[in-house]
């Protein structure tokens, strides 16, 4: 079982930042590709950005190349997603998951992982 805590969320004004984090426990984090979601509200959920166990391979949706970055940090079995120029169009729920059998490669899609955390609210004003 894989416990997924995320925390880091809040309210900032466009063009600002914020860094979210996750804290897992539960099995070998370094085994497991990481994701972040996101979901507003009425919408379906969307992926942000994923990174690979070893942290050599990162993938991001379209709409926040540039602007976001995904890192993890094996010894303290936590993930980050660094978000950057925040838009009002990034408010959403966020959340964190893990794929525990990854065979080597990052989704993107939701069905790929099959542990979640909470989420955590970011609220971008304009």
């Known amino acids: 079982q894989v416990q997924l805590v995320e925390s880091g969320g809040g309210l900032v004004q466009a063009g600002g930042s914020l860094r979210l984090s996750c804290a897992a426990s539960?099995?070998?984090?370094?085994?497991?590709?990481m994701g972040w979601f996101r979901q507003a509200p009425e919408k379906e959920r969307d992926f942000v950005a994923g990174?690979?166990?070893?942290?050599?391979?990162?993938y991001y949706g379209d709409s926040v190349k540039g602007r976001f970055a995904i890192s993890r940090d094996n010894a303290k079995n936590t993930v980050y997603l660094q978000m950057n120029s925040l838009k009002p169009e990034d408010t959403a729920v966020y959340y964190c998951?893990?794929?525990?059998?990854?065979?080597?490669?990052?989704?993107?899609?939701?069905?790929?992982?099959?542990?979640w955390g909470q989420g955590t609210q970011v609220t971008v004003s304009s």
């Open positions: 990174i690979s166990g070893s942290g050599d391979i990162t």
């Open positions: 539960g099995r070998t984090f370094s085994m497991d590709t």
């Open positions: 998951a893990a794929d525990v059998d990854p065979f080597g490669r990052v989704g993107s899609t939701a069905i790929e992982y099959n542990y």
